[in-house]
C-alpha cells in the first residue's frame, strides 16, 4: 500500500530557468544518487507536472514512511546539495491571508478537495 501526498511550488517567471529546471529533471539529467535515494527512502513513485511556473509534485510513499520521516530523511549531503542547486529556479508561492500547512519550506502541501473514490 501506498500513500499519496501533493506539493506545489513556483519557479522563478523566466523562462531560461524554468528550461534549465526542466532539463535537470529529464532521464539521465537527474543525479542517480537522487534516484537511489529517493527508492532507498520509501518513495515508491514521485511525478512534477508543470503549467506556466507552478510546478505540482505527487509523492506516493509506502506506508513504512510518513511524509514527516522523509521530510527528515532529506538532512542526506546529497540530497541538500541537489536541494540547494534546484532553489536557485525556485521562489516561494505567495499567499493570501490563509498560511499554508507544509512540512518543506519550498514545497506547500496540498489538500485533497474531491476524490471521485468518495462519491456513490
Given at each position: 500500500m501506498t500513500h499519496r501526498h501533493c506539493f506545489a511550488l513556483d519557479l522563478v517567471d523566466h523562462q531560461q530557468a524554468i528550461e534549465a529546471y526542466e532539463e535537470w529533471h529529464r532521464p539521465g539529467k537527474t543525479p542517480a544518487?537522487?534516484?537511489a535515494f529517493f527508492c532507498d527512502h520509501g518513495v515508491e513513485d514521485l511525478q512534477i507536472y508543470r503549467a506556466g511556473n507552478r510546478l505540482f509534485m505527487i509523492l506516493?510513499?509506502?506506508d513504512e514512511i510518513s511524509a514527516a520521516d522523509f521530510a527528515k530523511a532529506g538532512d542526506n549531503a546529497c540530497m541538500k546539495a541537489w536541494v540547494d542547486k534546484m532553489?536557485?529556479?525556485q521562489k516561494p508561492i505567495a499567499f493570501g491571508s490563509i498560511a499554508p500547512q507544509s512540512p518543506s519550506e519550498d514545497w506547500v502541501a496540498m489538500s485533497e478537495l474531491f476524490n471521485?473514490?468518495?462519491h456513490p
Open positions: 544518487e537522487i534516484v506516493d510513499l509506502s532553489s536557485v529556479y471521485l473514490k468518495d
